[in-house]
C-alpha cells in the first residue's frame, strides 16, 4: 500500500526558505504513470496545488507561486522535496504531498499533511 | 485559469438525506473534474475522477454526474462517516485548481 509522509520544519521565519521532504513507501517514485505533488491548504481555507515533479525532474508548477518555488526529485531515496522561498505569513499552511495521476491529473494517496507556521 | 464554484458552501442535512453538491467550472473542462471527502485534521480523499468514475473503494451511495461546465456530487443516503467537507478539482489543464469546498454537517 502506497504512503507518503512530509517532514520538515513547522516553524519558518519571515523572509526565508521553507524545506519540506516528501518519502514514498510501498512503491516507487519511478512510476511511469505518475507525477509527484504538493498541495497546500491555509488554516480554514481551501486547497492550492503548488507542483508537481516527475521521476525524471520535469516541473510544473503553478504560476503564482513559480517565482518562489523548487520541487526536486531523489530517486535514490524515494523522495521528493519543496522548497518555498521569501516567506510570508501568507505561507502559513498544511502542505500536503500526494501521488498525482499523469494523465487525469486527480491526487491519490495523499500524506498526512504537516503544518508549517511562517513567524519570527 | 480555470475557476471552480461551488454550491452551497454549507449544508445542513440528517442520516439518510439524500444530499447534491454542485461545482461550476469558469469553462468547458469536459469530463475533467474530481471530487474528494475531507474529515477535520486529515488529507482529503480521492472519491471521483472523470466526473463520474468511483475511485476504488468508494462506496456506491457517491455518484457524480455532470451537465456543461456544471458537475454535480450525490449522496444517495447520507451515513454518519459522510460529514465532511468536499472539494472539486478541475483535472483539464495546469494549473489545477480547486473549488472553495461544500461542508455536509448534521441538522
Known amino acids: 500500500q502506497l504512503q507518503l509522509q512530509e517532514s520538515g520544519p513547522g516553524l519558518v521565519k519571515p523572509s526565508e526558505t521553507l524545506s519540506l521532504t516528501c518519502t514514498v513507501s510501498g512503491g516507487s517514485i519511478s512510476s511511469s504513470f505518475y507525477y509527484w505533488g504538493w498541495i497546500r491548504q491555509p488554516p480554514g481555507k481551501g486547497l492550492e496545488w503548488i507542483g508537481s515533479?516527475?521521476?525524471?525532474?520535469?516541473?510544473y508548477y503553478n504560476p503564482s507561486l513559480q517565482s518562489r518555488v523548487t520541487i526536486s526529485v531523489d530517486t535514490s531515496k524515494n523522495q521528493f522535496s519543496l522548497k518555498l522561498r521569501s516567506v510570508t505569513a501568507a505561507d502559513t499552511a498544511v502542505y500536503y504531498c500526494?501521488?498525482?495521476?499523469?494523465?487525469?491529473?486527480?491526487?491519490?494517496?495523499w500524506g498526512q499533511g504537516t503544518l508549517v507556521t511562517v513567524s519570527s | 485559469d480555470i475557476q471552480m464554484t461551488q454550491s452551497p458552501s454549507s449544508v445542513s442535512a440528517s442520516v439518510g438525506d439524500r444530499v447534491t453538491i454542485t461545482c461550476r467550472a469558469s469553462?468547458?473542462?469536459?469530463?475533467?473534474l474530481a471530487w474528494y471527502q475531507q474529515k477535520p485534521g486529515k488529507a482529503p480523499k480521492l472519491l471521483i475522477y472523470a466526473a463520474s468514475t468511483l475511485q476504488s473503494g468508494v462506496p456506491s451511495r457517491f455518484s457524480g454526474s455532470e451537465s456543461g461546465t456544471d458537475f454535480t456530487l450525490t449522496i444517495s443516503s447520507l451515513q454518519t462517516e459522510d460529514f465532511a467537507t468536499y472539494y472539486c478539482q478541475q483535472t483539464k489543464r495546469f494549473p489545477l485548481t480547486f473549488g472553495g469546498g461544500t461542508k455536509v454537517e448534521i441538522k
Open positions: 469553462q468547458g473542462i469536459s469530463s475533467w
Open positions: 500526494a501521488r498525482h495521476h499523469q494523465l487525469e491529473n486527480w491526487f491519490d494517496p
Open positions: 515533479i516527475y521521476y525524471s525532474g520535469s516541473t
